[in-house]
Every structure is written in C-alpha cells, then in structure tokens.
C-alpha cells in the first residue's frame, strides 16, 4: 500500500471515530436536556457542561479541573453534588473552543476508574451563593483539639492485636471494629451492664485530652465509658441516638486518622452534614445528643467543599446547595468516644425520643436465620401471617398485570397447563383464556379472593405444591422466591416449578432486584420527587415494562461493592422508594385508615378487575382433579406448614414495629402480635421479610437446577427475571 492510501485509509478511521464522538456528545446533550434541563447551544460560547465530569461519577475537582486548564484559564468550575456533570467557564471563548475540540471523546483517568467527557456548549450557568446551615443545638466542633503527637500516642495505646478480648470487650462487627473500655456496650439490648465494668479502663493515655476538656468546659465530669471505632474505607455506622438511659448529657467524638462525613439528622427530616477533620473534637449536649441522630453513610469518597469547612463555628456548609466541592477518599478512621454511665433514669426535654421515659420497647427485630427452623420461624412471622392480615388491602393495589408476564402467558399453546406458585388474589390466573390455569398460595384469606373472582386456586406451600410431577406446560414465580430466607430454601423453591414441569416445559421467574438503577434507568419504585414523597406509601415494584433502551453516555460511579450492611446482626428496616443498602430487610406496610379503608380499597379493586375478569375468564374450565390437587380453595389444604411461602407481592410486611434510640448502632423493636385494628384507630405498620437479588444471582441459583437451561434473563423495572425450559428425559 503506498502512502497516498494509506493516509486515506487513516483519514477514514478518524472520520469513523469523529462520528461516533459525535452521536455521543449529540445523546449525552439530548440526556441533559431530558433529566437535569440543561440546554445546550451549538454556537460556541465559553461556558461548557462536561457530561460525566462530575462529582456523581467520581470525578474530583482536582482531576478534572487539571485536565480542563490544559486549554486555557479558567473563570469558574462549578460541581454540583451527586450529579454526572460539571460546568466550568473559561477568561476567553478561544480555550472553550479549544476545550470543546480537544477533549470530546477523550477518557480521563481518576483514581479508582476512568470517565469519557462529553463537551457541548451553553449560553450560561447560575453559579448559586454557598450557604450555610446552623448546627443542631448543642453540637459543637472544635478541630486541630489535639496535635499530631498527640494523635500518634493515642492510636498506639489503642492495640487491636491484644487477643484478650475480655479485658475490652474486642469486637469485630461487621462494617468496623470497635473496642470498650470501662464498660462495654452490648450491641444485643443497646445498653451497658453498670454492674459489670471491663478489667480495662479508659487508658492513662487519653486522660489529659479529657482534663483539657473539663478545663475547657466541654465537659463537667470525667468520663468512664470509652468506645473505639475503627473504620476503613466504604465503612460506616448507621443512624442511632445513643441509648438516654445508658449514658449522661455530654458526648465527646474524638476523631483519629483520615476524615469523613458525619450525617445529623432531626426527626422533621432536616438533615445537617459535618465534615470531620482528623484530629478534631465532636461535643453533643442537649438536642444534638438526645434527639438527632447521628451516622455516617458508607462509601469510599465524601463530597466536601474543596477548600476545607470555613463556616462559623456555629453552623456548617450545605452540601446540597455548594457548587465549589470536591471528592474525598475516605482512609482508615479511628473515633474515641467518651461518655459517662447514668445511674438515674434520664428527664431529659425529649421524652418522645427517650427510653426512660416511655412504655417499655418490644422485643428487636429478628436476625438472619442459620438453620431450617429458624428460617421457617421467620418466614411464618415476617411473611405468611403479615398477607392473611392485609389480603383485603394488599389485593386492591395488584390489579395491574405486569407486561412481560402477559407476553410470556399470550406464548402458551392453547389446551396447555398453567402452574401459578404463589398466585396472590390471582391477577394472572385469567389473562390467557386458552389455557387452564390454576393458583396456589400460602395465604389462605388470598385463596379466597381467588376463589370469590373464580379462579381455580388452593392453600398450598411453594416448597410441595400439591400437583404431579411433569403436568404442567409453564409454570411462573412472580415475586415470590425473594421471601425465602436463606439460599437452600430459595433453591428448592426453583427445583419445586422444575419438578411440576414437563419436559420442554417452561418456567417465568421474577424476584425484586437489589439494582433498582440498571442502565440509567430508575425503576418507578425509586421516587422522583423526594419532597412530595410520603413515608407510609406502600409503592413498590410496579412491573411495568422498561421496555428497550441504549445505554446513556452519561454514567454513574454508584458500585455494588461501595454497599455495605446497615446492621451487625439484626434485619434493618427499609425506607419505602428508596434504594437498597442490603440484601436482607423488612419493608413497611402501611394500613391506613384501619380495616373500614381497608375494606372501601378492597372493593374498589374488584371493581376495577371485573370487566377484565369477565372477559377472560375461561368458563367452564377443566377439574383440576387430574392434576392430583384439592380443588376446594376453602378446604385449608396445607403441605409442609413450615416450608416457606409462595405469596405473589412486591410491597407487603411483617410484624408492627416502632422504632427506639441506640448507641453505636440502629436500634428498632418489633412485636410478633399483630396490632387489633378494634383496639386503636392508629394505622398498624406491618413489616415482611426480602432477600433482594444482585445482578446474576438468580442466573446462579438456577443453574444449580441441572435439569433446566436458561433460555433468557432481564431486567425489568426493579426484577431480575429469568425464563427456564426443562430437559427431556436423558438429556
């Protein structure tokens, strides 16, 4: 090849490139516009919008702003937080030009990742004045409080070798190692045993920083209880209030090491961010110590602003309104906290957040069972009592089939069998009118429901269905396997529709998804609108089809491994429309109005179905007595009581359950005694148990299953999915 065409050759690979960076940068424009309302300009100008150049995707300010000063002087860089862009105006419209030019499609290389910057002009930016917040009364930082000999000699006093771990009550939680000396705090009733001090008190090293505090007047006595936390990157500890009972007013933080973000949070919803600085002082009184909780979320990067807090001492930069922030990556912390044991019940002004001074809490939440009666134990309480308790209100909001079940039902041969495990009020029983389809769920007052629409439906246990193996044509698990709790049982489950198929036969999985964002696109479960937002709203997974969508060039930096455990040992509660933070939890159920509301709900829900009803229902339908089942859905037919639950649901829950104050960890109470609506007109908060799935998850557990392939998986609107077929005979 001469060089005449070769040039040619590579002027048209440039021009392939070129055009691609320009459907992207023309996409990444059209995404702007269409969620943030960023409009861009054609005509150069010398401000730019840098998609994925932001604080969102774990860009820093010093990584992109080094990169964009390559071209020219800038005037301003402004980074919003969370968000996958930045603005930055430069002196003169020459650097923008060459900016825009030189540096679309090029990756830029940050410190745990890279990013592809996309560069389009805008006429101008709102550069918003940075505003403060005031601290919550009684909170006070004092930074540099010891110095960085003193910090040193504090750290080696702390020996996290010792295998003695009586002497300081060692532990090894599972988001960070704590250590207690004087006393220790027992994370299983959130309280101190004051009769029982720890052979180790607080050490001799750290009492002249607490006599500089008495003299200081941060403090009036000397403490006697100590806490360590030691936290390394993407670590954390979530929200509490530390228990009123157990310790006096004062608190004092003393933070070690690297820095981090601590989250104040008032019960209104106000929500106060304090960076942390290494070496600094943390002093609670009052309102801070007895009525906000206190937490710190756990990543590895923290937005701050870029030149360090230079607030009043009484108030803090809010983070949601800065524009001059950057990222900072968290290293390992080292916290002392020091408090002093109470020995009298607490007074304190906020009774409503207070231990001493309401009713007794009920028993905690449960933990995650390690054998099979445990998980049937908890799968009885937090599942198959909570859906014959809400059925009636349940019911009404699942009158909306899901598209991609629909399609998988329309693909059945007609005169085929339809296995429907854990069918609920029996939404999909009807749709295929060509099919003879039958239900079963481990709800009874659900079976009914199915049975007073006309459905063929029975009581039965998603772990032994009652029906011979090899009859069914399909079989679907909509939104079931998740309430299994541990991994053989949601196993079993699959291998339990494996068994009811026939050779060829095929099987429609859907379980909730840990991944609620997939693709840049939030499911409908996530709220858009967290002001409008309501904390008893029992949305959930809509199952409405996401439909085809690229990928946006526009990413996030959001990873599965950043996501750690909201608790040590005891399941956390979820807050509704929001994501997930682990994989094991209780989601809220909200009865509102008592049973009267109810019951209207209810009503309105049939009403809705009945045309549908009426113009699918198969009529005349096959017995199911062939198959081998009970046909009569009021016979309470139960097949191993103790083997799980088959309940068709995205939004219901468990037990009643309030919520109390903590120390070192969140604390919440539940009661196993569902609340008697003739009791209190209160609106009874019930909570069921999930295993969310991650990304792949249900591929795995089902390839365990050899005696299926997987024609296909996908996504859709917050459920990982699956479709099986099963071998012939031999195969």
């Known amino acids: ?45 010398k401000t730019l919008v840098v998609a994925n150049g932001g604080l969102g995707n774990g860009v820093s300010r010093e990584e992109l702003s080094a990169a964009l000063q390559e071209m020219g002087e800038l ?53 918003e004045e940075e505003v403060s917040v005031s601290l919550p009364d009684g909170l006070a930082l004092v930074e540099d409080f010891v110095s960085q000999e003193e910090e040193a000699l504090l750290l080696a006093a702390i020996d996290w070798s010792s295998t003695n ?41 750290c009492l002249p920083i607490l006599e500089r505090c008495v003299k200081d007047k941060h403090i009036d006595i000397l ?34 090491g690297a820095m981090t973000v601590m989250e104040f949070r008032h019960p209104d919803g106000r929500l106060v961010a304090v960076v942390l600085p290494g070496r600094s002082l943390l002093v609670m009184k009052g309102e801070s110590r007895y009525l906000w909780t206190h937490g710190i979320t756990p990543r590895k990067f923290d937005t701050v602003p870029a030149c360090g807090p230079q607030s009043p001492a009484r108030t803090a930069p809010d ?56 998980a049937a134990l908890l799968e009885e309480e937090y599942v198959h009592r909570v859906y014959d308790a809400i059925a009636s209100h349940f019911s009404s909001t699942r009158h909306s089939p899901w598209p991609r079940v629909c399609h998988f039902l329309s693909t059945l041969p007609a005169g085929g069998v339809l296995a429907d495990v854990g069918c609920g009020n029996g939404k999909y029983l009807g749709l295929n009118p060509e099919v003879m389809a039958v239900g079963c769920d481990r709800s ?16 039965s246990d998603a772990l032994r269905v009652p029906l011979r193996t090899a009859s069914c044509d399909a079989c679907i698990s909509i939104a079931v396997i998740h309430h ?104 809220p159920w909200h009865l509102k109005e008592g049973k009267k509301r109810v019951e209207e709900e209810s009503r309105e829900g049939e009403r809705k179905d009945e045309a549908r009803e009426k113009s699918t229902k198969t009529s005349g339908s096959s017995s199911i007595a062939k198959l081998g089942c009970n046909p009569d859905p009021s016979s309470g037919f139960l097949s191993n009581t103790d083997s799980g639950s088959g309940l068709d649901t995205s939004a219901a829950t468990a037990s009643p359950y309030s919520k109390n ?71």
Request: with cysteine; net charge neutral.
């Open 1 to 45: 090849m001469d060089a005449s065409a070769g040039n040619s050759v590579g002027a048209v690979r440039r021009s392939k490139e070129d055009r691609k960076v320009l459907r992207k940068q023309i996409k990444a424009s059209h995404t702007l516009l269409k969620h943030e309302g960023i409009s861009t300009t054609p005509q150069p100008t």
């Open 75 to 127: 005037e301003t860089l402004i980074m919003h937080p969370h968000k996958p862009y930045a603005f930055v105006t430069y002196r003169s419209e020459e650097s923008a030009r060459k900016a825009h030019i030189r540096l679309n499609g090029e990756k830029l290389e940050c410190r745990e990742s890279s990013v592809t910057l996309y560069l389009s002009y805008v006429n101008s930016v709102t550069c």
């Open 165 to 205: 771990d009586d002497f300081t009550a060692k532990k090894a939680l599972k988001h960070r190692k704590v250590k207690h000396y004087g006393f220790e705090f027992r994370y299983d009733n959130n309280n101190v045993d004051k009769d029982k001090p720890l052979a180790a008190g607080i050490p001799q090293e």
């Open 223 to 256: 403490p006697d209880q100590l806490t360590v936390n030691q936290y390394e990157s993407g670590q954390g500890i979530p929200p509490h209030v530390d228990t009123h009972s157990a310790f006096e007013d004062t608190i004092l933080s003393l933070s070690l």
């Open 319 to 374: 983070l949601s309104a800065y524009s001059n922030l950057t990222l900072s990556k968290r290293d390992t912390r080292t916290s002392l906290t020091f408090r002093k044991i109470r020995h009298e019940p607490c007074g304190c002004a906020f009774p409503s957040a207070c231990d001493s001074q309401v009713a007794p809490p009920a028993p905690s939440p449960p933990s995650l069972p390690c054998c099979h009666a445990d």
């Open 444 to 459: 009874s007052a659900l079976v009914q429901i199915c049975a007073q629409r006309g459905f063929q439906a029975f009581v």
């Open 484 to 587: 299994f709790s541990t991994q053989e049982r949601r196993l079993a489950a699959v291998r339990e529709l494996v068994r009811l198929l026939k050779p060829g036969g095929r099987a429609l999985i859907y379980v909730w998804a840990f991944e609620q964002e997939y693709k840049k696109q939030r499911s409908k479960y996530l709220k858009e609108h967290p002001e409008k937002h309501s904390p008893t709203e029992n949305t959930e997974t809509t199952g409405s089809s996401q439909g085809a969508h690229g990928e946006s060039s526009i990413h996030t930096s959001r990873r599965l491994e950043d996501i750690q455990d909201a608790s040590d040992s005891k399941l956390s509660v979820h807050t509704n429309r929001t994501a997930f933070n682990t994989q094991d939890l209780l989601v």
């Open 661 to 731: 104050g903590a120390s070192g960890d969140t604390t919440q109470t539940s009661s196993s005694a569902l609340q008697s609506e003739s009791e209190s007109n209160a609106a009874p908060v019930f909570h069921r148990y999930y295993h969310v799935f991650q990304q792949g998850e249900l591929e795995q557990l089902c390839s365990q299953e050899a005696g299926v392939t997987l024609q296909s998986s996908y996504h859709d609107q917050g459920n990982w999915c699956v479709i099986l077929v099963k071998k012939a005979l031999g195969t």
